[in-house]
């Protein structure tokens, strides 16, 4: 099964950065691909339990995903299932997230998202283009003024 593996430095302290990647309010600033609104959502990743997003494409087409976050090491790291659902809402093949993030300097860190598990190349191929628009919303959100 195909893995992704991300990683970015970023002008950002190691504890900010955590906050921006598990509470919902820095999350809705960076998840989805570019373009994408998400309108439904229930994501909290500094805790355990289960989470869920609806991404909207520019043409008004729908995308749920949901898992559960397995695991949090606090200001270190944050693990969670994740399964697109189809049409019935049925949750399709789960894979796993992990992403971590470590300190580089006062205002710097490291941000590493891996996406394991994933069902076949053409699976990793449209997440490893999803991950990487969103990464690049991350950035730009981030970036120095």
């Known amino acids: 099964m ?4 991300f ?6 302290s190691a504890p900010d950065l955590w906050d921006f990647i598990t509470t919902t309010e820095g999350l809705l600033k960076w998840w ?3 373009g994408v609104t998400v309108p439904e ?3 909290d990743f500094t805790r355990t339990g289960p989470w869920y997003s609806v991404m909207v494409g520019g043409s008004g087409q729908r995308y749920k995903v949901s898992g559960m976050v ?3 090491r606090p200001k270190r790291s944050v693990s969670y299932t994740w399964a697109w659902h189809d049409e019935a809402d049925k949750r399709g093949t789960e894979s796993r997230v992990r992403m971590s993030v470590s300190e580089l300097g006062a205002d710097r860190s490291r941000f590493v998202l891996e996406h394991l598990g994933l069902a076949d190349s ?6 490893d283009e999803g991950w990487t628009s969103c990464l690049k919303k991350m950035e730009s959100v981030l970036a120095p003024v």
């Open 7 to 12: 990683e970015r430095d970023l002008d950002i």
């Open 41 to 43: 959502y229930d994501m």
């Open 32 to 34: 989805g691909p570019e």
């Open 70 to 72: 397995t695991d949090v």
């Open 122 to 127: 053409e699976a990793a191929g449209k997440h």
């Open 2 to 5: 195909p893995d992704l593996r």
